[in-house]
């Protein structure tokens, strides 16, 4: 009950109208108990008006204070009413387009008829794992509930959608299905989530049942037209194993009829669209308006759905699920087939009979595509057979009753397959193994009322009936049970029960079955049925009889009360075909037919849910053999599955969602309240807020309560120790009846109505605390104003009367001279007037007395006439009157003789349709038959001569168009002949016109050589003129080629700039693959575990094993191709370089294990093709820019000296085809040489491992001839450029064209790369029968190799696609680059033209000495230049052949070694490529000063014997324990692995070396796999693989790692090995390590995201309103630990982030990277909790924006404190740090452009969702308005129409990895400084 004290003067109150429902008003008196009548103002028209209030009950309902307006949870309401409920759901849809709200467990969704950015998979990581209380409501939210009660309690869920046709329930449910497939995937990596093929596979059902189960409709254009309940079963781990669905009800009337505006199944449609495809060119389809079925509704397309599309889509899904390509057509023939049937005509025979022309083609299609015989369906459509007891009788048809038999077969036909189509399914859905548990998802027609409702829409209600006893009774038993948890007295509350409406549709004698009784009854009728209903159930309180209809009955649901009428129920619950047709689908020569249609009688329905049809003959008794299940209805069938569904449910724990339907117009976001309301009464969510407002509605925590509510509290009742006592103080003192409130355990609940007092009490108290306050403050201010004006005043005052005195005096004086002349001037003046006036009045008053006569008379005259006019007037009226009168008698008399001849007109036809009337029509039937029969025979006769008239006049008409098509082909000729004549005469006359213009020219010629004379001596005089204008247009040149050089030197800036950008985009993309490359290791390990733990007796760790699947960028032993990707600088070609790594990468097993077999001279051949490609690759790189690096595993190089000067292009140009030539000679040698030693090789004997390798070595011959005549072509295209004289503009040109032979030669070199690699695997096979005692397949025992191999080809596809991205990126550059060429064209023939005027000018001046001496010396010039290059070209030569002799002595010493011949080949050494370097950072800052004892005879390095070496790896890779390394030196282990390397590096050991790198590498990644989740491990090793990284470049001997290194360095470094290739591995490892940090870090950090930065409140003082809604479910449980408090959260935040920094300084790490991964770990934090901002509306006030700031600004400081200001993390918080300034800003029209440029970061969603959710906290703040809101949308979009790089999502995408470098860092510490500490264990090394 409410309190009366609130219907005060000036309440707010709703009253009822008919057009908005509700409207707003206020109390304009107060209402006393008593009073009947209640004044009352309309807020928006301001209108007054007088309510009736018969009793206390009548009362209009009480309106919420705006504070609580547009609540999440409709049960936080204090006033729980409909108009409440209405206004709410209005305010936060088409105000602040909101389609989601809760009441209580239910979800109501609002269909926005627009597409919503809210449901991508950022949305739905934002609900994963969240309490779905404190985020806005949404259908993800409900999903969620779902699966973590699933997951914490193992209990089977459901999800119920239901609502009317366009609400959106389809929709909704795909939605559920989509959330539980994502996070229920097999891959539960944050990083990357993967829907597997079961996932796939539920998803992939939802398209194919909406295009055999949804239709278009008035209302919706997709809606479902049958009902469905999807088990989704998962495993223990909670990934989807299966699914099951069950169907209910499908309209199987759609199939053949539609109503205007509507369209069949979309199947229909879909297929016909797909009619022009020869895939389905058989299926004889057509336009859909040529199909009856299809052209009922005369609507064939939706807008803006294409049916193709949607076909290849439903074809997509069909795949997916597994039916194979015949089956599907299989299913297309019949969906066709069906279409056909309906086209099949009907006509008339004599008499009572029909026929089907035997040339029917729509028949001859429906039986071509069923395989069915053609004749036997003709007779049988036209036919029936019954059955007596000695005979059957066949009796034909009638039209109406044919096309009834053919709609009731094609409807038969759909149904049957759509329920094979849905067992299909099933099957693909099914579990392999057994599920712990399921979550269902019912998606399931709403409650239906239309003008007409049959059978269909009185199965959907009594489903809904059933649903809503379900819903009341789960609500019920909620409340029940947070009472009794809460411990308060609670009485029973009363709800609505629907027990006695479900009793009358399925008790016993109920509605069903007497329906049941009726089909068996012979001859039963719609009419009977209804008559049996009328005198059995006319007493029940739910049943009503309607007073004008006989064959409808009534049915008052819980919704509405429903009228039904019987026409048609009786033929739809039997659902009967004739059994002669079904005999025919199953012969036929189809199986897929046949199989479909198989008799079902003998088989019990497995499905629980699944419809069949019931063969039903109407009037006969069904054989004796025939089970009772044959004999089931579609009633009851539908009962049953309704009870199974039903059980289904009570034994789930069932989620609400109601989707509401806004309007019928489908205009997005328009709120219709009329349809609202009627759908809120119907979907049951008012019975909710009923069931809740019966209670205790309000619930508060004692705390909350009390920070909300302590201004109410006087001092001496505040006890802080216990809440509780406060609380119940004060509200003793502050409502007076017990009963509105009670207190449990931990919260208060009340009535409702209470919280609105207690808020107006609130509000009053506040509202007299400021007024007391103001009263003061005033008092003083004015007070204080007061004294100083009194002053003033009195200063002022001496002064004034002074003056004033003295004036007055004046005053006087002056006024006693003006009284005597004023006296003598106004006594003249009144004379004058007084005669003026006198004169005047007199004229007027003799013209006014003669107006006023004239007018009297004219008023006389009027009135006279007046009384005529009046006479004849109301004569003719009541004339007029008496006719009516007389006309409305007689039709009064016609209306009722009319009524009572329909009522004798419908006695008669209810006497004719009785038995006897029956039985005199049909007297001599037999008769009758027998001449028909033989009329029949007759007709055949007839119809045949007529076929064979008909076949000949066709053949005759076929002859006679053949002759017209060859006399149109004569014509067509005799045309074309005469065309030609014309064109002949036409060349005539313009060959003549050519010879006439050529005189012309001849004589024009000749005047010219005449002319010429004369302007040669005019020219000798010119002379001196034209010298000083060459003069000025040297000058001229000198200033444009000096703008040329310019242009181009800043195009060439541009040019590197772009390459810049593009090596960022191109180490993001590495870093990426590398990041996925550490993922499929992880799961590759994790599978292998799997594995081994299963096999007993044989125990291998996978690492032993084999390194293919873990380690795949590990480099072979036996080939370097380091060089080559070294060498190669095109930043377009790094994705191929990346595969060619992969594809030669090997096993280390195999590397360890491997020997060189090969011959000398294969050696030397090997080694002399990778020497002549790296010369290759050396050699074009110095015609390309050579400002452009590689990113080799973040890697940059220096740009070189020079390039200015060897950019020009002439030099170019010379030199490129001068190295072109050369190499076409050493290729041609070296071709030369290989065909010399293939002819040796073939006159040798071989052995057998020869002759295998055969193959191989004619591959690489092909593959180098290719390569030989490629580049004889463009020595050829270059030599014509040359003879031709192009200039250097023709460069670039050539440089373009270089690029793709770059391209062509990189993907041949695959293929050599490949033979290669074949060559190895066979060695490797070799080696391992070797290693295995002969026994290869131990090898591969655990089939680990096919899957490294499966894991290659995987990254092989995701380099191939990066490939396909480089070179569309390749074209786009190819095209701009041409343009350019085009420009330069034109400006090189301008520039020439300009030259050539010059040459001939100078031609006609004599040379002076100055220039002859400049001719000399330009011609000397080039001579030295084309020496130089010569000299040049022989150096590289000589250089090349230096360097292929070191690397055959580096083979050859290798080669020794192996055959026990001691040998060291010292001052071969390799040079890399040169790597861009940054200053090393202070010592300070990696971890303090480094105390070391110098010692000059020590050479840096740590020698161990090979046997040693997994100890070594072991005590200082995979034991060292991270409280160990912190007390050492830092980064004293990659020290330490270095030393010992140089040590191999020493000694020239390459497979020690090696194998040293390998196993480090292994036992980095395998400890940092084993404690992933470890930070410390994670930071340590890190750290020193980034040291190792940095020491391998140091000591690499390059210049460019050099600069920073003592003379002592320098002599350390590397001299035999070439490490590059390792370099890259080690950084492609850091990059992963890095990774995992950043991974592991977020996950310690993200459950303390929200409470730091959003919940903790620094502030004190500043409170925002506690949420008041309910927890909807009880996912909740008492025994869960409880979350850390705010204050807690930001205390351990800060920790953490501290702890990690100092852990990263003490191990050494770059400050760089320090600042790289606070960045990225700071933009986590603030995508999260901005993430969780934008969907928690409690969070967007005013207050939270304070406090929001006030925690952003401590991480500030603390970023600050720890010098990590500058990183780019004060940066990130930006989204955030504007949001909560957005929650503070002044929102009014004036402020709208500084919002818009305060909010720079965040997209316009973003800005819109946050001014939507803002919610005042109390009465004095005021709402954003709606006009605001859209104020500042337009102007977002107007600013931002131009900016592409402002994001556009609503979410922040937390996923986001910025592209990590690990710069070069030189160590200062020396080598032969380092000592090993005992505490490492290592006393097995030994320092040199």
């Known amino acids: 009950m409410i309190s009366d004290e609130l219907y005060c003067t000036g309440a707010r109150v709703w009253i009822p109208d008919p057009n908005e429902v509700w409207i707003a008003a206020t109390l304009s008196e107060k209402w006393t108990p008593g009073q009947t009548t209640l004044s009352i103002e309309i807020e928006d028209s301001l209108q007054a008006r007088q309510i009736k209030v018969p009793t206390r009950e009548k009362l209009p309902p009480l309106r919420n204070p705006d504070i609580l307006i547009g609540e999440n949870d409709l049960t936080s309401m204090s006033y729980l009413n409909e108009p409440e409920v209405l206004y709410n759901l209005q305010v936060r849809f088409a105000d602040r387009n909101c389609i989601y709200t809760y009441c209580g467990i239910v979800l109501v969704a609002i269909n926005p008829y627009d597409d919503l950015p809210i449901y991508g998979n950022e949305i739905v990581q934002a609900y994963n794992g969240q309490d779905s209380n404190n985020l806005d409501p949404h259908i993800y939210a409900v999903a969620e509930e779902a699966f973590k009660q699933m997951s914490r309690f193992e209990q089977n869920q459901s999800i119920i959608v239901s609502g009317e046709s366009g609400a959106g329930k389809t929709v909704s449910a795909k939605y559920a299905m ?75 009337s759609r199939v053949v009829f539609q109503a205007p505006e509507e369209r069949n199944y979309h199947i229909f449609y879909q297929l016909c669209a797909m009619r022009e495809d020869e895939e389905f060119s058989h299926l004889g389809l057509q336009c859909p308006e040529e199909f009856t079925y299809l052209s009922h509704g005369e609507c064939t397309e939706i807008d803006g759905v294409d049916d193709m599309v949607e076909f290849e889509a439903t074809k997509k899904a069909l795949d997916i699920l597994g039916l194979n390509k015949v089956t599907q057509q299989e299913m297309f023939k019949i969906f066709a087939a069906v279409l056909h049937l309906g086209n099949v005509s009907l006509t008339e025979r004599t008499g009572d009979s029909s026929k089907i022309p035997s040339t029917d083609p729509a028949l001859k299609s429906f039986c071509t595509l069923l395989g069915i015989d053609e004749d036997q369906t003709n007779k049988w459509l036209c036919n029936r057979q019954i059955q007596t007891v000695g005979e059957t009788l066949t009796k034909p048809l009638t039209v109406a009753q044919a096309s009834f038999s053919r709609d009731a077969l094609a409807k038969h036909v759909y149904a049957e397959l759509f329920q094979y189509i849905v067992t299909q399914i099933n099957k693909s859905l099914a579990c392999r193994e057994k599920s712990q548990s399921f979550i269902g998802v019912l998606d399931i027609y709403g409650f239906e009322t239309f003008e007409i409702n049959s059978f269909e829409q009185f199965c959907i209600n009594y489903a809904n009936e059933k649903l809503q006893q379900q819903f009341n009774l789960h609500v ?128 019990s329905d497995t499905s629980g849910a699944k419809k069949k049809t019931v063969q039903v003959r109407p009037g006969q008794k069904q054989p004796k053999g025939m089970s009772k299940a044959s004999k089931q209805t579609v009633g009851s069938q539908f009962r049953e599955s309704l009870r199974s569904l039903m059980t289904t449910l009570f034994s789930t724990t069932p989620h609400y969602v109601r989707c509401i339907k806004p309007n019928d117009e489908k205009a997005a976001f328009t709120f219709d309240p009329t349809r609202a309301v009627q759908q809120l009464r119907a979907c049951g969510v008012l019975e909710t807020i009923r069931i809740s407002a019966a209670g205790y509605p309000s619930r508060w925590t004692y705390p909350e309560f009390y920070q909300r509510y302590r201004v109410l509290c006087k001092f001496k009742q505040i006890q802080r120790n216990d809440m509780r006592q406060t609380c119940e103080k004060v509200l003793n003192g502050l409502i007076n009846d017990p009963d509105k409130y009670q207190f449990g355990k931990t919260k208060i609940f009340f009535r409702a109505g209470q919280v609105a007092y207690l808020e107006k009490l609130r509000s009053d108290k506040l509202q007299a605390c400021g007024i007391m306050i103001q009263k003061h403050v005033k008092g003083w201010i004015y007070k204080k104003k007061y004294l100083a004006i009194r002053k003033s005043t009195l200063l002022l005052q001496m002064y004034a009367r002074g003056y004033l005195a003295r004036k007055h005096a004046q005053f006087l ?187 012309d020219l001849i004589s024009e010629k000749s005047l010219l050589a005449s002319n010429a004379h004369e302007k040669q001596q005019e020219q000798d005089e010119t002379d001196k003129s034209q ?76 690492s032993d094993v084999s390194s293919v699947s873990i380690d795949s960028s590990v480099p072979d032993s036996g080939i370097n191709f380091s060089d080559e990707v070294r060498h190669n600088n095109e930043s377009d070609f790094d994705s191929l370089r990346r595969r060619k790594k992969f594809e030669n990468t090997e096993s280390p097993l195999v590397t360890e294990s491997q020997t060189v077999n090969k011959t000398g001279d294969e050696t030397e051949k090997g080694a002399a093709e990778i020497a002549g490609s790296e010369d290759t690759k050396a050699e074009d790189r110095e015609t390309i820019a050579d400002d452009r690096s590689t990113i080799l595993g973040g890697e940059t190089s220096e740009t070189r000296d020079g390039d200015v000067d060897d950019s020009k292009p002439a030099n170019l140009d010379l030199g490129m085809m001068l190295k072109l030539q050369t190499r076409v000679r050493d290729l041609e040698k070296e071709r030369n040489q290989l065909l010399k030693e293939k002819e040796n090789v073939d006159r040798r004997p071989r052995s057998e491992s020869q002759y295998s390798d055969v193959a191989a070595d004619h591959q690489k011959l092909i593959e180098l001839e290719m390569e030989n005549a490629r580049l004889k072509e463009s020595l050829e295209r270059l030599q014509k450029a040359v003879a031709l004289g192009q200039g250097g503009n023709e460069e670039i040109t050539n440089q373009f064209t270089a690029l793709n032979e770059e391209l062509s030669r990189r993907r041949e070199e695959c293929i050599q790369l490949k033979s290669l690699l074949a060559s190895r695997t066979k060695d490797s096979i070799e080696t391992a029968k070797e290693s295995y005692g002969g026994n290869a397949e131990i090898l591969n025992e655990d089939g680990e190799l096919a899957s490294a191999y499966q894991t290659l080809k995987d990254v092989n596809r995701v380099l191939q696609r990066d490939l396909e991205l480089e070179k569309s990126g390749y074209k786009r550059k190819e095209l701009e680059l041409r343009a350019t060429i085009e420009e330069l064209k034109k400006d090189n023939n301008r520039q020439q033209d300009l030259i050539g005027q010059l040459n001939k000018v100078a031609s006609n001046l004599s040379m002076s000495p100055e220039q002859a001496m400049q001719n000399a010396l330009q011609f000397e010039i080039q001579r030295l230049m084309s020496e130089n290059l010569d000299m040049r070209e022989k150096c590289d030569q000589l250089e090349d052949k230096v360097r292929k002799l070191k690397k055959a002595v580096k083979i050859y010493s290798n080669r ?57 790896v072991k005590q200082l890779v995979t034991d060292l324990k991270p409280r160990v390394a912190i007390t050492l030196i830092p980064t004293l282990p990659a020290y330490i692995l270095f030393m010992c390397l140089r040590h191999t590096d020493h000694l020239n050991e390459d497979s020690r070396c090696k194998t040293l790198l390998t196993n480090v590498i292994n036992g980095i990644k395998k400890v940092s796999k084993a404690h992933q989740d470890d930070i410390e491990t994670l930071i340590l090793w890190l750290s020193n693989t980034c040291r190792f ?32 290739e390792y370099r890259a591995i080690l950084n492609d490892l850091a990059v992963w390590l890095y990774q995992g940090v950043v991974k592991t870090a977020k996950e310690h950090i993200h459950p303390l995201i929200v409470g730091a930065l959003l919940e903790y409140e620094g502030i004190q003082g500043l409170s925002s309103k506690p949420s008041m809604s309910r927890q909807r479910s009880s996912s909740h449980s008492d025994t869960l630990e409880a979350p850390s408090t705010p204050e807690h959260c930001f205390e351990n935040l800060i920790k953490t982030l501290s702890s990690w920094v100092n852990l990263m300084r003490t191990h050494g790490f770059d400050t760089l990277v320090v600042n790289q991964l606070f960045k990225q770990l700071f933009y986590f934090i603030v995508a999260t909790a901005a993430n969780n901002l934008l969907l928690r509306k409690d969070m967007c006030n005013w207050s939270k924006g304070m406090q929001i700031r006030y925690n952003l600004s401590n991480l500030e400081q603390w970023l600050r404190d720890n010098r990590l200001h500058e990183c780019g993390a004060v940066e990130a918080m930006e989204p955030l740090i504007q949001a909560s300034q957005l929650l503070q800003a002044r929102k009014t029209a004036e402020d709208v452009d500084s919002i818009c440029e305060m909010c720079s970061q965040l997209s316009v969603a973003q800005i819109i969702k946050i001014l939507n959710l803002y919610t005042p906290v109390d009465e004095y703040e005021e709402r954003v308005p709606i006009s605001f809101i859209r104020k500042i949308q337009q102007t977002l979009k107007e600013k931002r129409k131009s900016d592409s790089s402002n994001p556009q999502a609503l979410l922040i995408d937390t996923k986001q990895f910025f592209p990590v470098m690990f710069p070069f860092c030189p160590s200062s510490i020396g080598l032969e400084s380092i000592d090993i500490p005992s505490v490492l264990k290592l006393g097995f090394l030994v320092r040199l």
């Open 1589 to 1620: 990284l940095h020491l391998l470049k140091q000591y690499s001997g390059e210049k460019s790692f050099q600069v920073e290194n003592t003379e002592l360095q320098n002599n350390h470094c590397l001299r035999n090995f070439d490490l590059s």
């Open 1027 to 1102: 010298k000083e204008q060459i003069l000025k247009l040297e000058e001229e040149m000198a200033e444009m080629k000096s703008k040329m050089q310019a242009e181009m030197n800043l195009r060439l800036d541009q040019e590197r700039k772009q390459v810049i950008q593009e090596m960022a985009v191109e180490r993001e993309h590495h870093q990426r693959l590398v990041k996925d490359h550490g993922r499929l290791q992880q799961r590759m390990e994790n599978l292998l575990e799997e594995r081994n733990a299963k096999i007993s007796g044989h125990a291998r760790h996978p």
């Open 178 to 252: 989509r959330y539980f497939a994502i996070v229920g995937g097999s891959s539960h990596d944050e990083t990357q989530k993967e829907i597997s093929l079961v996932e796939k596979k539920v998803l992939a059902s939802n398209p194919i049942m909406e295009a055999i189960g949804n239709a278009k409709t008035t209302r919706n254009d997709n809606s479902s037209r049958f009902g469905k309940y999807i088990e989704i079963d998962f495993k223990k781990d909670l990934t989807i194993i299966g699914a099951q669905m069950r169907t209910y009800l499908l309209e199987k």
């Open 813 to 999: 004086r002056e006024t006693r001279a003006a009284i005597r002349i004023q006296k003598i001037y106004r006594g003249f003046c009144s004379r004058k007037s007084y005669y003026r006036h006198r004169k005047a009045v007199i004229t007027i008053q003799a013209l006014a007395r003669g107006i006023l006569a004239r007018k009297r008379y004219a008023e006389l005259l009027r009135n006279v006439k007046a009384v005529v006019i009046q006479k004849h007037v109301r004569r003719w009226l009541q004339v007029k009157k008496y006719r009516m009168v007389l006309k409305g008698i007689v039709l009064i008399q016609s209306h009722f003789r009319r009524r009572k001849a329909r009522l004798l007109f419908k006695m008669l036809k209810i006497e004719a349709k009785s038995v006897d009337h029956i039985k005199k029509v049909n007297k001599g039937l037999e008769n009758k038959i027998i001449e028909l029969q033989q009329k029949i025979e007759d007709m055949k006769k007839v119809q045949k001569d007529f076929d064979n008239d008909r076949s000949k006049l066709e053949n005759s008409q076929k002859e006679l168009e053949r002759l017209k098509g060859s006399e149109e082909h004569l014509r067509s000729a005799s045309n074309k002949i005469t065309e030609l004549e014309e064109i002949i005469a036409r060349l005539e006359a313009e060959l003549e016109k050519e010879r006439a213009e050529k005189q």
């Open 476 to 603: 019920f038993k909620l409340e029940q049970e947070e009472y009794v948890k809460e411990q308060i007295e609670w009485s029973m509350i009363d709800f609505y029960d629907n027990q006695p409406c479900i009793d009358l549709i399925e008790a016993k004698l109920g509605i069903l079955d007497l329906l049941d009784e009726e089909c068996k009854v012979p001859n039963g009728s719609d009419a009977n049925w209804c008559t049996k209903m009328y005198e059995r159930l006319t007493k029940h309180k739910h049943f009503g009889k309607p007073k004008t209809s006989r064959t409808a009955f009534i049915i008052d649901h819980f919704a509405d009360k429903v009228q039904y009428e019987t026409d048609g129920f009786l033929d739809k619950n039997r659902d009967a075909v004739l059994e002669t047709q079904l005999k025919i689908l199953r012969a036929s020569t189809s199986e897929f037919v046949a199989d479909l249609f198989v008799d079902k009688s003998g088989a």
């Open 1456 to 1512: 020794l070694k192996e055959h026990g011949v001691s040998g060291n080949s010292e001052g071969v050494s390799s040079k890399g490529k040169p790597e861009e370097g940054l200053e090393e950072d202070e010592e300070e800052e990696m971890g303090g000063k480094i105390k070391y004892q110098p010692t000059k005879n020590y050479m840096g390095m740590l020698e161990y014997k090979k046997e040693e070496e997994a100890a070594l």
